[in-house]
């Protein structure tokens, strides 16, 4: 696949009050530069409990590239993902965080390496950057699912650019940042190529991340396992039956 073309940028956010403009203000300069105007930019408010919604209200009245939707509720993100895709009108979709800890040339990098393959997957470029303990589990998760489904990606659990009309079809079974992994392994099973992209990070100004705590990790542990059963165990399960039955 070649040449560039229009992308659906959704950026979730939930209790972003202190991050999301800048964060968004991130986005739209990268958009420019890489897109120029052929690009959509969807935020979705995770039913947060600060003046995210508000915020992003306002900027939707300023900005004409911005559409806002609103949960009633947190439902996390995958939710926010699925709402941003339904809505989504371009070839190509993205989601980018609404913490602004997404530095914006690396935004710009991604934007503007779709189309040169079918899948655009960033990987942490400046690892350093992040805890000691937080590397452990990329490594750890990213060698396990890489010697489990036989592939040699940096990142699995990150934002990754897809074909609008293939992300929509793609499985979504799993919650939180889970689905990003469970949505790329099918798509590399499927054969799509990829082109990988480095990404450097900066520090939010508000608040924590939510991406780690123990549970994480746990419920990655699981998600792994439920992956190469589906994608390894389950289809030689298959056609083991299909053998014992004849062919029929």
Not at 178 to 197: I, N, Q, S
């Amino acid at each position: 696949m070649t040449g560039r073309t229009g992308v659906s940028i959704i950026v979730p956010a939930y209790n972003e009050g202190g991050n999301v403009e800048a964060a968004l203000y991130g986005v739209l300069c990268a958009a420019r530069e890489a897109l120029g105007r052929d690009f959509e930019i969807i935020a979705v408010n995770d039913g947060s409990e600060d003046n995210t919604g508000a915020t992003l209200d306002a900027l939707a009245g300023a900005w004409p590239d911005l559409t806002v939707l609103h949960h009633e509720r947190n439902r996390g993100l995958k939710a926010a993902y699925e709402t941003g895709l339904a809505r989504a009108t371009m070839p190509f979709v993205v989601w980018l965080p609404g913490d602004g800890e997404m530095a914006t040339p690396s935004i710009a990098a991604i934007l503007r390496a779709v189309g040169t393959a079918d899948l655009v997957v960033p990987y942490h470029g400046t690892p350093e950057r992040r805890t000691w303990f937080r590397r452990l589990l990329t490594w750890g998760s990213t060698t396990q699912l890489n010697l489990l489904l036989g592939h040699d990606l940096n990142y699995y659990q990150g934002t990754v650019v897809y074909p609008t009309a293939f992300a929509r079809r793609l499985p979504r079974t799993e919650n939180g940042f889970f689905f990003c992994a469970e949505m790329l392994a099918h798509a590399l099973d499927e054969g799509l190529t990829y082109v990988e992209v480095p990404l450097a990070h900066t520090d939010r100004a508000h608040g924590v991340s939510k991406a780690v705590s123990w549970r994480a990790i746990w419920r990655a542990q699981l998600l792994i396992l439920r992956l190469f059963y589906r994608l390894r165990i389950r289809p030689l399960v298959d056609v083991t039956r299909y053998a014992a039955n004849g062919g029929l």
